[in-house]
Every structure is written in structure tokens, then in C-alpha cells.
């Protein structure tokens, strides 16, 4: 069993950026691909980026993009998340997730079996 734990969430301004990570520990760690999530008060959560582990390549959801970059240390089995030029929108409960189910569907909530406990990300206007 992988268990995953994020941190450096926190409370922030408009305009300032924070990083987040999310460190792998358990069995050997081998997921396709992990990813972040977040999910605002009221909301569904929702498909943050992607990266698959091995190849390195990313995918980012259109409200993130330009703005976020997701990350990897192999050697270290965690993954970040740098966020910049945030955004009182950003403001949501941020997790990461692991271990997809398919290939082919790495922006889906439903297709991930572990996931972290979630940081808290508040941006103030």
C-alpha cells in the first residue's frame, strides 16, 4: 500500500505563488502517473495536472495552464505542484492521487485509487 502525504499549502495573496508536494512512501513506489486535484467548498473536485512518472510528459487542466507546474523527483518518489500568479478561484483543497486504473483517462477523478489527505490553498484578493 503507497500512502501519500501532501504539503506547503497555506494562506496566500492574489498574485503570489506557492509549491506544493506530495511525498510517496509504503511498497516500492512504481504508479504510471500521478496527478493533483483540488475541490473548492460546495464543488466537485476537479483535475488539476498530470504527469506521467516515468516518461515525464504533463497535462494541465485550461484554468491552470501557464500558471501551474507539475513535477517529479524519481529519486526522492515525490511530486510537486508550483503554482503561480494565483488566484482567489485557486482557493480549493488540493490532493494528489496515484495509481490510475487506465491509461487513458489520467484527468479523472474516478480513475485513481490512492490519494493523499489534501492540503488547504486559500488566496486572498
Known amino acids: 500500500q503507497v500512502q501519500l502525504v501532501e504539503s506547503g499549502g497555506g494562506l496566500v495573496q492574489a498574485g503570489d505563488s506557492l509549491r506544493l508536494s506530495c511525498a510517496a512512501s509504503?511498497?516500492?513506489?512504481?504508479?504510471?502517473?500521478m496527478g493533483w486535484f483540488r475541490q473548492a467548498p460546495g464543488k466537485e473536485r476537479e483535475f488539476v495536472a498530470v504527469?506521467?512518472?516515468?516518461?515525464?510528459?504533463?497535462y494541465y487542466a485550461d484554468s491552470v495552464k501557464g500558471r501551474f507546474t507539475i513535477s517529479r523527483d524519481n529519486a526522492k518518489n515525490t511530486l510537486y505542484l508550483q503554482m503561480n500568479s494565483l488566484k482567489p478561484e485557486d482557493t480549493a483543497v488540493y490532493y494528489c492521487?496515484?495509481?490510475?486504473?487506465?491509461?487513458?483517462?489520467?484527468?479523472?477523478?474516478?480513475?485513481?485509487?490512492?490519494w493523499g489527505q489534501g492540503t488547504q490553498v486559500t488566496v486572498s484578493s
Open positions: 509504503g511498497r516500492t513506489f512504481s504508479s504510471y502517473a
Open positions: 492521487a496515484a495509481d490510475p486504473r487506465s491509461y487513458l483517462r489520467l484527468a479523472e477523478v474516478w480513475n485513481y485509487d490512492t
Open positions: 504527469i506521467r512518472w516515468s516518461a515525464g510528459s504533463t
